[in-house]
């Protein structure tokens, strides 16, 4: 195998493990970034998957540089639970330098089971990974994002790794599609007695939050639960973008928690974020500061939101949103 | 039904945080129950009464002996509290973590299940009720926005990218709810004045036989370096006198968003 020797100081891992996810029929975006990052790290990149069918995963894991899938079938087991299981057993067999999970709902199922059964610890919420020689660095933000903090692991064994989505960009490097290693099932214990029944999509009209080029955001500043349509909603439709909330009003049930930014939501980067009736809690800033341009309209003239607005307007969101969604229809 | 609720005590978030020389956080000064956590409690204590019999406990670790977040759980109706207070557990990780909680459950050894938040609200690491069930060797239903138990079996709707799945599991199982999961009810005055009385069984790590397993040590991981992050430049802000919008067309304009 020729190293790739894009990693810093020209050295890389040998091997690199990424944990892929699907949704509906795709790899996801954030399995597509960590297969990116992993292609720069190592000079063999692996993928683990646990679902029903991996002949997608292996051509798209192919096309970003992957060379193997092994594929474990969850057999209507919570595939996280499933997938953390199976790892113990292909780490030990095949030892991966590092595993990468998405700090998704299934990474931190997979990467808590797999971090008990191999006794080592995990590193989360990772924003950035870079080679120190061969010494993998891992960044993290604190506070809100105010603070930075690399760590490097000082036990030995494989280092287990959840990245937040967004922290790279995907790129594919063109290669054919991976080799399936069947792993089949996996007798996970008791920990694969969690079974799924059904599952539910909750349906978004328009544009996907995490890929939509405009998110337009509301909080608690809306007033209620009827009011989220014809402001926040009516808002992206006009400018042909996605709607969010923040925890704030996903927990008082005025939208789904799909719509949910921030850190316990969704982690978005449009070229612009609007944010009606957001204060902007840490929670929240830290699943939308990196927007390329973020615009703030409420109430209270000292809310934190307004310290990272390109644009704040201090007003009743009642009456700026409806002017504003007048003046774009006018526009045309 | 005996539950047990895994509760993390946290510098009041309304405070800005600091690290400590060593890199963990500071946490002198009042800790407050991780407003996440109160959903557990109040699940906790709607299924026991549901049940009709059992208690909830609750298991927590702290550094120091701060119980004053404890107290208020205890408030809402919580029977009683272990707490595994020791200056060894200071800088422990996630997994660390676990395996106390773990040792604790497993000392009570009569839980059928146990509750905790998916996150906490200083660390949000998200791993720690999986890792737990793990080192119990149970099932854990993660990321539960709405949570039924009938016959002896937890049916959850768990949180997912694209919306929810239904899943279940039979008792004893780990449960772990996110915050709106239920309405956590306040003490009442009576609450607590009776939280005063409550046990709090106070333990070290040593008496768990974790001694090595916890703290900076049991972590294995080293900080490298610690730097503020490039501060965002705030832009323009605006009173809004009425005309405020043709500020946000004008942006709009400029990136030819419109």
Redesign the interface.
Known sequence: MTGDTKGTNGMTLSKVWVFAET??DNV?TATLELLTKARELGSTVEVVYAGADATTVAATAGEYGATKVFHVDPDGS?P??IA?VALAGLVAEHHPDVVLFV???DG??A???L???L???????GMSLSLDGDAL?FGT???G???????????GGPALV?IRPKSFVAEPSGGSAAEVVSVGTVDA??????????????EQLGPKLEEA??VVSGGRGVGSAEQYKPLVEELAKQ?KGAFGAS?AI????WV???LQVG??G?TVKP??YIAIGISGAT?HLVGM?NSD?I?A?NKD?EAPI???????????CH???P??ID??KA?G | MNVVVCVKQIPDPAVPGALDADHTLKREGKLVLDESDSYGVEMALQLVDAAGGGEVTLVSMTPNNEVSGLRTALAMGAAKAILVSDPACEGSDALGTAKVIAKCVERLGDADLVLAATESSDGYTGTVPAQVAELLGWPALTFSKHVEIADGKVKVQRQTEAGYDIIEASLPVVVSVTAGVVEPRYPSFKGIMAAKNKPVEQLTAADLGLADQVGWGGARQQITNVEQAPARQAGEKFEDDGTGFEKVVAFLETLKVI
């Open positions: 949704a509906g996801t919570l996280g639970a953390g700090q998704s709902y931190r199922d990467i808590a089971r971090s008990v059964r006794d080592a610890p995990v590193l989360t919420n660095v933000a604190i506070f994002g105010t603070v930075l903090v690399d760590a490097k692991l000082t036990g959840a214990g008791r920990a694969g007695e969690a079974k799924v029944l059904e599952r539910f999509e909750e080029a405009v400018l925890r996903v927990d008082a049930g789904p928690y799909a850190q316990t969704k070229k612009l929670q500061k341009n615009i309209i003239a307004f310290g990272v607005a390109d644009l704040g307007i201090v007003g009743d009456k700026v949103v002017a504003l003046a774009i526009h």
